[in-house]
């Protein structure tokens, strides 16, 4: 086992011929003392050489910085990998964000709502900033800020302009752009007549999916019909159950997008097990992208959404934040861009 010390400040200075507090200010960016550009390049490209890292606790406490970020995550039971599967990209996104800025992340796990673990725990373990992961708690959120700890809501439960006039910053997908860009595909194919499955949940990304579906029909001068609009909770199974009443329409629509990839798999089975051909008696688009809308057939016409990168815009301007040196700007909604994937659910209207 290697256990040579690590190097210090003064093994640095030692080895360039300057003083201590010359190699602190040049690597720390504290102090007082001065150095000329060709000291500073010799310092650190000796500090490189020498393999020598910032030691955590004395960095803690020259700074006042802990250098942790927690994230509170949403989760079934005591377990983290029970949390919501798409939100398991986003973890990974900000844990890497935070070792390219070297900062440490915790994860802590959120399953009851009411518990005041989390408001107790968030300053026990005196962490510089805050992301809250799908579920919103408005108490701990109004906590760190009242303690000054910045934060920002990836995917929040709750809704987004309603957190940001309340003061906090929000991050999540630009829901309205990709109801409008599967709407657009289908109008430009011919389809006029087109229902939709909503997504029965308190799950705002559902709700906005709605509102901008009722939004762009009736801006592009087509009818909403109540009786093509089917809601139920999301889910193949009770895709399935959707299919079924699309079926027993006495008038159906030529095309239909699903609030969910889940919803609308189950729709398709259905109509394709009844001998519905699919996109030449219906077309259907989905909404995520999962990894079932690729590989059955026909290949399913869906909104693409990059957990991954928005994880990386969350946690990203969450340190916008941390290294603000003026005035933070007022919150913002911060939205991510969707991807239309054209597959074969689609077809022009015959």
């Known amino acids: 086992m290697n256990t040579r010390p690590a190097v210090t400040l ?59 970020i927690e994230l509170q995550a949403h ?15 986003v973890w990974g996104a ?31 373990r005196n962490v510089d900033g805050l992301i809250l992961l799908g579920a919103t708690d408005l108490r701990v959120l109004e906590t760190a800020r009242d303690h000054g700890i910045p934060s920002v809501c990836i995917n929040p439960e709750m809704a987004r302009e309603l957190l940001v006039e309340a003061g906090y910053e929000v991050v999540d997908f630009d829901n309205s752009a990709g109801v409008r860009m599967a709407l657009e595909h289908l109008v430009q194919l011919g389809h006029r007549n087109i229902g939709f499955v909503r997504g029965r949940a308190t799950n705002q990304d559902f709700e906005e ?15 909403v019909q109540m009786e093509w609009v089917w809601e139920d909770i999301p889910g193949y199974v009770n895709g399935l159950q959707v299919g079924r009443q699309v079926l027993a329409a006495r008038h159906r629509p030529t095309a239909i997008l699903a609030a969910c990839d889940a919803l609308a798999l189950g ?3 259905t109509l394709l097990e009844a001998g519905l051909s699919i996109p030449r008696d219906l077309s259907i ?4 992208d999962t990894e079932s809308a690729p590989i ?26 941390l290294e603000a040196t003026t005035e933070r700007a007022a919150p913002a909604l911060h939205r991510y861009p969707v991807e239309l994937i054209l597959r074969q659910s689609c077809a022009p209207l015959r």
């Open 10 to 68: 003064r093994d640095v200075a030692d080895a360039v011929g300057v003083s201590r507090q010359v190699v602190a200010t040049v690597l720390t960016g504290k102090g007082s003392a001065r150095a000329s550009t060709d000291t500073r390049n010799r310092i650190l490209q000796t500090a490189a050489e020498m393999g020598y890292r910032p030691h955590g606790a004395a960095r803690s406490l020259a700074t006042g910085k802990t250098r942790t």
């Open 267 to 269: 729709v398709m089975h």
């Open 296 to 321: 059955i057939y026909p290949g399913l016409t869906t909104v693409r959404l990059d957990w991954v990168g928005l994880g990386r815009l969350g946690a990203e301007r969450l340190f916008d934040q």
């Open 75 to 89: 989760s079934v039971g005591d377990q983290l990998y029970r949390m919501p599967r798409h939100h398991l990209p």
């Open 209 to 223: 999916r709605w509102r901008a579906y009722w939004r762009f029909m009736i801006e592009h001068g087509l009818q």
């Open 94 to 124: 900000v844990a890497e964000v935070c070792q390219e800025r070297d900062y440490r992340l915790l994860l802590v796990s959120r399953q009851n709502e009411t518990s005041e673990a989390p408001l107790r725990n968030l300053f026990e």
């Open 285 to 288: 688009v989905g909404f995520d």
